[in-house]
């Protein structure tokens, strides 16, 4: 639901005209879907001061400055596998400013750094790029027997150590797979079992060949 925070000027008179035009609150509340407290703080200000804008400096002060912010900033992009509650108590070592993990939480959020599982995979360097691309381009026009010669094969290795994935990073929306936040395949450190497989176009066009002899 809305609250008294969110509610702009414009929707605050509108609220006020129903209100003198005689209509509820509760019928107010309904309409624009607000709790009643909202609808009767809002009117018993206009009885009050005859004006529905909030005064300036409402709410609770902020325990850190804007330089403080930019800090948290700053090590929680450098750091992105930090909790909130180590970069509150690194916060407070280099300014002597104590804030809760969820003051820094709300700072983080504040900068476009959220808290999202990293991706899974082995970062690809800007020659992996290159060299990949080339090799697409090359093959672009290969004809369907050409194909039928070459055989793709992969190996993994997997180990029976559970990977929970409860570990979170700060990141910006959209740059899931920058560099900086993905975190590189479990290097399997113990016993494990690898599987090699391969795959070819000869197989498919061995099936097309049987479906047309029947």
Same mark, same amino acid.
């Given at each position: 639901?809305? @609250?008294?925070?969110?509610?702009?000027?414009?929707?605050?008179?509108?609220?006020?005209?129903?209100?003198?035009?005689?209509?509820?609150?509760?019928?107010?509340c *309904?309409? &624009? @879907?607000?709790t009643?407290?909202?609808?009767? @703080?809002?009117?018993?200000?206009?009885?009050?001061t005859?004006s529905?804008?909030?005064?300036? !400096?409402?709410?609770?002060?902020r325990? #850190?400055?804007?330089? %403080?912010?930019?800090?948290? /900033?700053?090590?929680?992009? *450098? #750091?992105? !596998?930090?909790?909130? /509650?180590q970069?509150? *108590?690194?916060?407070?070592?280099?300014?002597?400013?104590?804030?809760?993990?969820v003051?820094? /939480?709300?700072?983080?959020?504040?900068?476009?750094?959220?808290? *999202?599982?990293?991706?899974?995979?082995v970062?690809l360097?800007?020659?992996n790029?290159?060299?990949?691309?080339?090799?697409?381009? %090359?093959? =672009?026009?290969?004809?369907?027997?050409?194909?039928?010669?070459?055989? &793709?094969?992969?190996?993994s290795? &997997?180990?029976? #150590?559970?990977?929970?994935? =409860?570990?979170?990073?700060? =990141?910006?929306?959209?740059?899931?797979?920058?560099?900086? #936040?993905?975190? %590189?395949?479990?290097?399997?450190?113990?016993g494990?079992?690898m599987?090699?497989? !391969?795959?070819?176009?000869?197989?498919?066009?061995?099936?097309? /060949?049987?479906?047309?002899?029947?």
């Open positions: 639901m809305s @609250n008294h925070q969110c509610l702009d000027d414009g929707m605050r008179w509108r609220i006020v005209g129903r209100l003198e035009s005689g209509q509820s609150q509760v019928q107010i *309904r309409e &624009f @879907n607000l009643p407290s909202v609808v009767c @703080n809002i009117w018993k200000q206009f009885q009050d005859g529905i804008e909030r005064k300036p !400096g409402q709410g609770r002060p325990a #850190n400055t804007t330089t %403080e912010d930019r800090y948290l /900033s700053i090590i929680g992009r *450098r #750091n992105r !596998g930090a909790k909130a /509650s970069l509150s *108590r690194d916060l407070y070592a280099a300014t002597g400013t104590r804030v809760s993990r003051t820094v /939480s709300k700072r983080l959020h504040e900068a476009g750094l959220f808290a *999202r599982r990293p991706a899974v995979c970062p360097t800007s020659t790029r290159r060299v990949r691309l080339a090799w697409c381009r %090359e093959h =672009r026009d290969w004809s369907m027997d050409q194909w039928a010669t070459v055989l &793709f094969t992969d190996e290795r &997997f180990s029976p #150590n559970t990977d929970s994935r =409860r570990t979170f990073i700060w =990141r910006e929306p959209g740059t899931r797979y920058l560099a900086s #936040n993905v975190r %590189e395949i479990d290097h399997y450190s113990g494990g079992l599987v090699w497989a !391969g795959i070819m176009l000869v197989a498919e066009l061995l099936s097309m /060949s049987l479906k047309e002899a029947l």
